[in-house]
C-alpha cells in the first residue's frame, strides 16, 4: 500500500509513536522510512553545532523507533522547512507525508510561519498530521469521510485496506448533509444512497462498514463523529486545489477560507490522514 514514507519530525510531538504503531500494520510495515531533519537557513556561525544536533537527532529518532539504521534514509538538509520538505517529497516520489502539527488555527498559523500548515496547504500528497497535544492510541477504530466523490472513494479504499488488515478494527463512515434533505419516493434520502452505496463499496473489499449520518456543519460533523466513535485515525479527502504556478505563494484568502480539511487538521480529536488527488501536469 505504501512504499516511501517521508517522516518530517522535529524531536517534537508523538510523530515517532505514530510512525511505531503504524509499522505494525501490514500496509505500512514494508515502507522505506525516510527521516528528514532542516537545520535552519539564518544558522550562521552556529552551522556546524546545528549540523551536529541534526544528526544526533536522527540518530536518536532511528534508535528510539527500534530501526536497523542501513534500512533507515536520515536526511538532514538546511534551509526552509517547508520548502525543504516539499522539495524532498519530490525528489523521493513519497507516497505519504508524516508531520507533526501543533494545530494552530489558519491565522495563528500564518502568523507562527507553521510547517505543517504551509505542507499541507501546498503538497498533492497524502499527508498524514499528528498533532502534538493529541494521546495516541493503537489504531484499532477508523474513521472515513464519505462524500461521492473520486478522491472520497479513494480514501474509503485506504480506509478499508487498513481495515482489513488490523484484526478486529471497526471502521466507520460518515456523511455529513448541509441539511436534512426529503426522501424519494423509495423512501430514501440522498445521504442514505450514498452511505448505502459506501456499504456495498467496503463489502466488495472484504470490510464492513457502519454508517454515520450527520446534518450541518461539514468539518465539525466529522469532528463529533470522530469524537462519538472514539476513532484513533481519521481518514479524509481533501480536494483542495493549488495551480502549479502558486505553489511558492501563501494563499491567505485559501487559508482563511472555509476549507473543510483545515478545520479538521485544527480540530480532529485523533491523527488525521488526508488522501489528496494528484494534480494533472498538463
Known sequence: MFHNLLVADSGKGHVEEMVRMLRDIPAF??????????VPEQAGERLEEHWRSGAALLAAAVERLGLDPSSVNTILRQGDTKQTVLKVAEELDADLIVMG????????????????QYVFQLSTRPMLLVRDDLYIRHVNRLLVGIDGTGVGDDALRLACSLARDIPGCVLSGVHVSHHDLSPSRDGQSPADRLLQDAVQ???????????????????RGICAAAEDTRADLMVIASQDRRPLVARGLVDLDKLLGSSVSDYVRVHAPAPVLLVREPERRG
Do not use: F
Request: no cysteine.
Open 29 to 38: 510495515s514494508q515502507a522505506r522510512l525516510n527521516l528528514l531533519h532542516v
Open 101 to 116: 502539527s501543533r494545530g494552530l488555527g489558519r491565522l495563528q498559523s500564518i502568523l507562527a510561519n507553521s510547517a505543517s
Open 201 to 219: 463499496k467496503a463489502r466488495s473489499y472484504g470490510v464492513e462498514l457502519r454508517p454515520v449520518h450527520r446534518t450541518g456543519d461539514i468539518g
